[in-house]
């Protein structure tokens, strides 16, 4: 909430006509380079869903996090995961293989998420511009990240204890609905657990480095929205940029990726507020902002109408259980 007002503040200060200036003078071959990156981040968005559900592959895979980034946008949960499953279910991926992969790939994103200030803080040692407040963050933000990355070892081996706790749920469950089979749902859970650890074991690295080259990638749009708006090296340095957003990663865990929180932090780290180039920096993170949550935004909808058109009895099931939800 400290962030948000203190943005507030910065956004009734800034001189509008100049960001609107800087925003609109982007050249063809500087929008080119940012559709570019925002490419780039979307294939490695979706990398962890094609490492998961190998039969996916990384085109649908990239048509799936898209679509399920739109409804996410506009429609209450569970809606986004009804749409991944119907997708998934549409191009013939196992049920068992795609709710695996779809709950690997984000758990894996919240370890790269909460890592991420750990990465910064490297990166500020290394460039000798390390704070106090750096370390806090890294520490409370890590421990989230270790406590995510431990619970995914344990439940890649845990075939026997999800099975009884199925086992015990459904008996209960037995009590009040004779349809309930506890020996069916104690199957299911070892055979979900068993699907989610042999894709684990088998794709881990390849899915985090999909994740954390995700951070690295949205940083890089970062420092390309500032440049192109008008922020010189002199102002804030590359690395102190990528060393700003990866401090400020967790914040994207907000509602709408913390829009206007996670901004004021960066230009906090930057100290660029109240300064010659305020304006200019206000104007670089609308350019990321439009590169990181309306281009997705369109390209989602592009890839839902197109499946819709081809699925149309699986894009009826999902209206209707997000109509529900």
């Known amino acids: 909430m400290l962030a948000l007002w203190w943005f507030a503040r910065v956004v009734r200060r800034v001189d509008w006509p100049a960001v609107w ?4 003078q982007l050249g063809a071959l500087q929008v ?33 996090d898209l679509s399920a980034n739109l409804v996410a ?3 209450p949960p569970p809606g986004d995961v009804v749409l ?15 709710i695996a992969g779809i709950s690997l790939n984000t758990l894996t994103y919240y370890v790269a998420r909460f890592g991420s200030p750990t990465l910064g803080l490297a990166l500020a040692v290394a460039a000798g511009q390390a704070e106090p407040a750096y370390a806090w963050t890294a520490l409370s933000s890590g421990a989230v990240s270790l406590a995510v990355l431990t619970a995914l070892v344990i439940a890649s081996r845990g075939e026997r204890p999800a099975a009884r706790a199925a086992e015990w749920v459904a008996t209960r469950a037995h009590r009040l609905s004779a349809r309930v089979d506890p020996g069916a749902w104690s199957d299911r859970a070892a055979g979900f657990v068993r699907q989610a650890g042999h894709v684990l ?13 995700l951070v690295l990638s949205e940083a890089l749009l970062l420092l390309l929205s500032l440049r192109f708006a008008g922020v010189p090296a002199s102002a804030a340095s590359s690395v102190t940029v990528v060393v700003a957003l990866l401090i400020s990663y967790p914040l994207t865990a907000l509602p709408f990726g913390g829009v206007g929180v996670l901004d004021a932090a960066v230009i906090a780290i930057l100290g660029l507020e109240q300064g010659p180039w305020e304006a200019a920096a206000v104007a670089g993170l609308v350019v990321f902002r439009v590169c990181w949550m309306l281009v997705p935004l369109a390209l989602g909808t592009v890839t839902v109408t197109r499946w819709r058109r081809r699925h149309a009895a699986d894009a009826d099931a999902v209206r209707s259980a997000t109509r529900a939800g």
């Open 21 to 24: 200036d800087a925003v609109t």
């Open 32 to 64: 080119l380079a940012l559709l570019a990156v925002v490419a780039v981040r979307q294939c490695l968005n979706a990398g962890p869903l094609a490492v998961f559900v190998p039969s996916l592959g990384l085109r649908r895979a990239v048509s799936n």
């Open 73 to 75: 946008t506009v429609a």
């Open 84 to 98: 991944r499953i119907a997708m998934l279910r549409s191009w013939g991926v196992e049920a068992t293989e795609g």
């Open 201 to 213: 074991r088998r794709g881990w690295s390849r899915a985090m480095a999909c994740q954390f080259g």
